[in-house]
């Protein structure tokens, strides 16, 4: 008899906690209205808060709800669409049901080049913007002699390598 009152009591607060979570989830009272970005200087503002709700937009009620809102499907969609995206922080202002997005974008280190692809990394050798290949008068110029092409927001090479060349600054 107690046996069975435990297990009704669990599935009493399960119940209850399910019918709250969903009742939180589909409230508009914490739904996001606004969208801030913070700390951009290269990447076009509009781009990443459209980006944004979209992202938001897709996960439906609790993804929309600033109470649930999960912040780690969003940067990496941010991180991966916008490869100069180094890192992504949120705050969330419940009374104001405002999302803050506070970017920090990737530094140049070198113009990493294979063949006529070059493109900008940063000093972690992360590839994020395609660049002209005479830009490397303006930064350390690595010829790369593999064959593929560069993917942004992909390693140009081990972390091994990037500290030897780094060690040489």
């Known amino acids: 008899r107690t046996r069975a009152a435990i297990i009704g009591g669990f599935a009493g607060f399960g119940i209850l906690g399910a019918a709250l979570a969903v009742g939180f989830g589909a409230n508009s009272l914490f739904s996001i209205q ?4 913070l700390g951009t200087e ?6 990443i808060i459209t980006s944004a709700r979209s992202s938001i937009a897709d996960g439906g009620y609790f993804r929309q709800n600033l109470l649930f809102f999960d912040s780690t499907v969003l940067s990496d969609r941010l991180q991966k669409e916008f490869p100069e995206i180094a890192d992504v ?3 969330r202002a419940l009374a104001a049901r405002r999302l803050a997005i506070l970017i920090s974008e990737r530094t140049p280190w070198a113009l990493w080049c294979r063949g006529n692809d ?3 990394a940063d000093s972690d050798g992360i590839a994020f913007s395609h660049a002209l290949e005479l830009s490397g008068e303006l930064f350390l110029r690595i010829n790369d002699h593999r064959t593929d092409s560069i993917e942004l927001g992909e390693p140009t090479a081990t972390p091994a ?6 060690r040489f600054m």
Do not use: G, Q
Request: overall charge negative.
């Open 42 to 47: 290269k990447i076009a503002e509009e781009n």
């Open 89 to 91: 922080n949120f705050s």
């Open 161 to 166: 390598i990037i500290d030897t060349v780094s």
């Open 118 to 120: 070059c493109a900008y």
């Open 34 to 37: 606004t969208i801030e970005l």
